[in-house]
């Protein structure tokens, strides 16, 4: 059993102050800002909100998904706080049922599954995509293993080009590539980071 649970994930986000701070993800933001007109989004692993916010802002209608209840209750705040609205359900990512075809774009922004649910988990996200729809990833790559910059210190969590070119192979590949960042989101997300980015349309 992963120390990922939705335990370890209240107790990270019981602080009053925002963990990965309240501004969008940057990569998130960029690539975001490109679809338009906004439709509908699905942010999996969405923790206190911070991009589901700035999406809302934009007149995305958001669904959002994280194990924390914790971690809802201070996004829905944070919502408030900025006067839009986001959907916003508790629940266990590695047995989630999504509707297919229902999303114009997803975005999975540092949510590290274990490899051995990681391939159905990338199904899903797929299948919930309408024909057309824009999948948006940011994810520590198994390079980071070591680096006290973020993500979990568990090779199993981390990510490859190899894996992502397997699991999103039938969508229209944007943007694909694993590249040194320099991260200054939070202080659990600072210093130089391994990271793989990836852009994809569905195309059938």
């Known amino acids: 059993m992963s120390k990922y649970e939705s335990s370890f994930w209240d107790e990270r986000y019981s602080m009053e102050k925002y963990v990965y701070g309240t501004e969008p993800n940057h990569f998130f933001k ?3 800002n ?3 007109p906004p439709g509908r989004l699905l942010l999996p692993g969405e923790g206190e909100g911070r991009n ?3 999406a809302a802002s934009l007149g995305w209608q958001v669904d959002a998904f994280d194990q924390s209840v914790i971690a809802r ?3 829905l705040t944070l919502a408030g706080k900025n006067k839009v609205k986001i959907n ?3 629940t266990d990512l590695s047995t989630i049922q999504l509707s297919k075809k229902l999303y114009d774009a997803a975005a999975v922004i540092f949510v590290h599954l274990n490899e051995n649910i ?3 988990f990338n199904k899903k996200l797929i299948d919930s995509l309408k024909v057309g729809g824009i999948i948006i990833m940011e994810l520590f790559s198994k ?3 070591g680096k006290e910059s973020g993500g979990p210190q568990a090779m199993e969590m981390l990510y490859s080009i190899d894996e992502i070119n397997r699991d999103f192979k039938n ?8 590249e040194i960042i320099h991260l200054d989101e939070s202080e659990k997300h600072r210093g130089d980071a391994s990271v793989i980015r990836f852009v994809g349309e569905k195309i059938s």
């Open 30 to 32: 960029e690539e975001i």
């Open 34 to 36: 490109k679809i338009i």
């Open 52 to 54: 589901a916010i700035y």
């Open 73 to 75: 209750k201070k996004a």
């Open 88 to 90: 916003y359900t508790v």
């Open 118 to 120: 990681r391939s159905d």
């Open 143 to 145: 390079d980071q293993f």
């Open 171 to 178: 969508l229209r590949r944007i943007l694909l590539k694993k």
